[in-house]
């Protein structure tokens, strides 16, 4: 199977807490990309990381790599309601196939 | 910079009639792909272009599902004879696909639901 799997299904968090999500796959990837999707709405891109990379960041945004353990992490820091959503990890091979998991939904409580 | 779009965003059809989405990329990206997304699910791929050649379409049920992509830009996305378990979300995503690490745009869906 090509697709991740992340982890945990839901998480519920109080707004300004952190929200951690994980991901794990079987197959070497090129990259690893985050996505998030709101209900109703298509999926936007969060961040990308290389095999080749171990850790990223964007805003408030960290993502780990680990290839060896073939699994990744998100880390969303200092939550907003506005985070409510669902994310997915895509696991990107050659010839640009992405592959989505199951998906992490999230919910912030102000 | 126009997003991708799809049309229609809903449609009902009874079970076993035929249904087609249509889909425009972000101008100037290669590769165009279709997702079927069944609710609480994860956006499964049916089929990926490069520009007008297909490169995968390994999860298409071929028996009923169809895909083109004329010129290399519009697709299209057709089921012939629909079933109640392609009640989903169907997503168009596009990418620049000149090389790897790229990011994909993806377009606000098309919900379908047989009855």
């Known amino acids: 199977s090509q697709q991740g799997e992340e982890d945990p299904q839901a998480l519920s968090i109080q707004e300004g807490e952190n929200a951690t999500m994980n991901c794990s796959y079987k197959?070497?990837?090129?990259?690893l990309q985050w996505y998030r999707q709101n209900s109703g709405r298509g999926l936007v891109h969060l961040i990308l990381i290389r095999s080749n990379e171990r850790e990223k960041h964007s805003g408030r945004l960290r993502v780990t790599l680990d290839t060896s353990k073939k699994s990744s992490s998100l880390l969303i820091t200092a939550s907003r309601a506005a985070d409510t959503a669902s994310y997915f990890c895509a696991t990107v091979f050659t010839g640009n196939q992405f592959y989505f998991g199951t998906g992490t939904s999230l919910t912030v409580i102000p | 910079e126009a997003g991708v779009a799809q049309s229609p965003r809903y449609k009902i059809i009874e079970k076993r009639q035929s249904v087609a989405f249509w889909c425009n990329p972000i101008?100037?990206?290669?590769?165009l792909y279709w997702y079927q997304q069944i609710l609480g699910q994860g956006p499964k791929l049916l089929i990926q272009?490069?520009?007008?050649?297909?490169?995968?379409d390994s999860q298409l049920p071929k028996d009923r599902f169809s895909a083109e992509r004329l010129k290399g830009v519009d697709s299209t996305l057709k089921i012939q004879p629909a079933k109640l378990e392609d009640s989903a979300v169907y997503l168009c995503?596009?990418?620049f696909g000149a090389g790897l690490n790229t990011e994909a745009f993806f377009g606000q869906g098309t919900r379908l639901t047989v009855v």
């Open positions: 995503a596009s990418s």
């Open positions: 101008s100037g990206h290669a590769t």
């Open positions: 272009f490069q520009n007008n050649g297909v490169v995968d």
């Open positions: 197959t070497s990837i090129n990259n």
